[in-house]
Each structure stands twice: as C-alpha cells, then as structure tokens.
C-alpha cells in the first residue's frame, strides 16, 4: 500500500509538472538577484505558481516589485512568469527562518502553502493567506482577488533604498538539464564528471542539518549537485563553478519537482544503458514532512535503491520498517552518520 501512496504521487507529479510547464512554459537557468529594489513590496512564499502569477497581473503599473521567498525561488525560471519586469528576486531563505525574515520585510507578505508558522504580532497585519493554508486572524484570499494584498503593500514603507545582493541560479529542470545531456554523457566518458549527488529535501531548525551544507562543500570539484526543495537554502548561494560550461550546482526546482529529477535520471540512464541505480548518482535526502515522503515513496516505488536520508527519519519509519528499507536496498547500511541517518 505505501508503495502505490508511491505511485500515485508519482502521476500526481506529473499532472502538476504538466499544468506548471503547459502554463508558464519549460524552466531556463536564469540568475535571480538575492538584492532588493527601492520601493513598494509584496513577498510571495510558498509553492502556488498561479498566485504568484496573478499577483504579478494584477500589480502591474502600480511601482509595486514583487518577491519570492522559499520554494518560490524556481518560479524565476518560468518564461510565463519571468517575463514581468517587477518579478524583483528572491528574498530570504527556507520556511523555519521566518519569523525573524517576514519581520524584516517591508512590505505585504502572501503564503500560498501550508510553509506557515504562527505570525508574529509585528508583521501580523501584513501578511495574508491563500489557497489551502489559514490562520486565525490572518486575512485569506478568496478567488485570486488579491486586492488587499496590493493595497497593504501601497500602505507599507517598502525599501527605502536599493540593497545590494548576490545572484543565485535556478531553472535546471528537466528541458534545460536534458537539453545538454548530450554534453553531460562525454563529460562523464571523459572523466570530466566523476558523479552526481542529489542533495535535496526539507530544511528544518533542529541540530544536524548542518550536515547539507558541510556535504556540498566537501563535494569534489569534479561532482556535479543537483538540488531541490527547500533544503538547497543551506547551500544554495555558494559558488561552486562549473565543469565544461556546466554549473556544478543545479537548482532543479521545487520539492514536487522531484518529477524533473527523475526524469533527468531515466534520461540519463537510457543514454549510458544502464539502469538508474547503476548511474554514478548517489541521492543524499531530508525528507520528513508529508507531501516530501509522499516523494520518498514514489523513490520506493521506482526500484531507488541506497538512498541517505536523514537527519531526522520520517515518523512511519520505525525500527522494523527501516530494516525491511535496509535489507531490500532501498537505502544505506552501515554506521549511524555514515550512510543512513
């Protein structure tokens, strides 16, 4: 049964990709500005593509720069979003850093998912919500009318000055990745590429999590890191160059973009002619939160085999059902902090 909660996530993945790319196009690695721009602001956070794209509409013309914050960020790489001109760049980091990022922000804030924590009294009245998320006291968005969103905005101070920042890439879904695979095959022949690491998943404040972040930097330089889900904001910022004009980090996307990363494995897999476990791809994860070990499921019902997860095991992982995961290859053995966390 879990192994079919496993296939049916993975055709509701697809469907999902499907709407996202038949509606605001295949991603392209684009660089997102981690700076922000003199003058009114809304931060969108969250995943919903459709109310980030109607917040864009319906703030056109008005001097408002719209933000992402969290699993938003990839939504720069959609041309059917990117195209608006005050899609500004991206603000903050993952969902459990909020409280003290919302607080800084002086603008109007929109959450599209359930990434919520209690809003603090300071920026209480500024933040609103949509689509399946609620909080007592908070205004929620009916219908994609976000009228009250753009008029707190126009309230708020917004930025009073430029603020410089770095810029971020994001966009390697599975068009812009597959579309150099042919690159990627000879770099891999020719020992260029040695191995892939996804290192992908949730981000959350306990201890332990560190660990991502140390991972990618100890990362040889010949290995290229795919990521995605909020747990690239433990690295996502770092620079780690590129191999043969392909950037060594690779933004994929969101966590229901795990559809993308999956294809980017069989892809690549039918073009060695081996199967996907043989691939010199090891999957290093931090799934914990519901619709995350819907994916790890799905990972289970396509054969995954030696996958890491950690820090912290999903709640339904208990020591029997981690020693079936174990014995059938599904993940790591050996020392605790070794292969399986």
């Known amino acids: 049964m879990a192994l079919k909660c496993g296939e049916v996530n993975l055709r509701a993945m697809e469907l999902l990709d499907t709407a996202n790319t038949g509606t605001y196009g295949d991603p392209e690695p684009t660089n997102v500005s981690l700076g922000a721009k003199k003058g009114k602001a809304i931060l969108v956070s969250g995943h919903d593509l459709k109310d980030l794209a109607e917040i864009l509409k319906q ?22 979003l990117k195209k608006y001109p005050h899609l500004a760049g991206h603000y903050g980091t993952a969902w459990q850093n909020q409280h003290k990022e919302f607080a800084a922000f002086p603008g109007a804030i929109l959450m599209t998912t359930n990434c919520l924590q209690k809003p603090l009294d300071t920026y209480k009245d500024n933040i609103f919500t949509s689509g399946p998320v609620q909080f007592p006291g908070v205004t929620h968005i009916e219908g994609y009318d976000f009228t009250p969103v753009v008029e707190r905005a126009l309230e ?10 770095k810029t971020v890439m994001t966009g390697f879904a ?22 892939f690491f996804l290192v992908a998943g949730c981000d959350g404040a306990k201890p332990g999590r560190n660990y991502y972040t140390e991972f990618v930097e100890k990362v040889p330089s010949d290995c290229v890191v795919l990521t995605l889900a909020c747990g690239k904001f433990r690295f996502f910022d770092k620079d780690l160059g590129n191999i043969g004009g392909i950037p060594r980090l690779l933004d994929v996307g969101q966590c229901n973009d795990a559809y993308s990363a999956i294809k980017i494995a069989v892809a690549l897999s039918e073009a060695f002619g081996v199967g996907v476990n043989d691939l010199p791809l090891s999957m ?20 995954i085999q030696d996958i890491r997860l950690g820090p912290t095991l999903p ?23 070794d292969t399986l966390w």
């Open 59 to 80: 703030t056109e013309g008005k001097g408002i720069n719209v933000y992402t914050h969290g699993e938003m960020l990839p939504c720069h790489g959609y041309p059917g």
């Open 284 to 303: 290093v994860l931090s799934w914990y939160e519901q619709k995350a070990v819907a994916i790890l499921l799905t990972l289970l019902h396509l054969g």
């Open 156 to 165: 708020l101070q917004g930025f009073e000055a430029d603020v410089p920042g």
């Open 174 to 195: 599975r068009n812009a990745v597959l579309g150099v695979a042919g690159t990627i095959v000879e770099a891999v022949k020719n020992k260029d590429i040695r191995h």
């Open 315 to 337: 709640a339904f992982i208990t020591p029997n059902v981690l020693k079936v995961l174990v014995d059938n290859q599904y993940a790591g053995g050996g020392s605790e902090g």
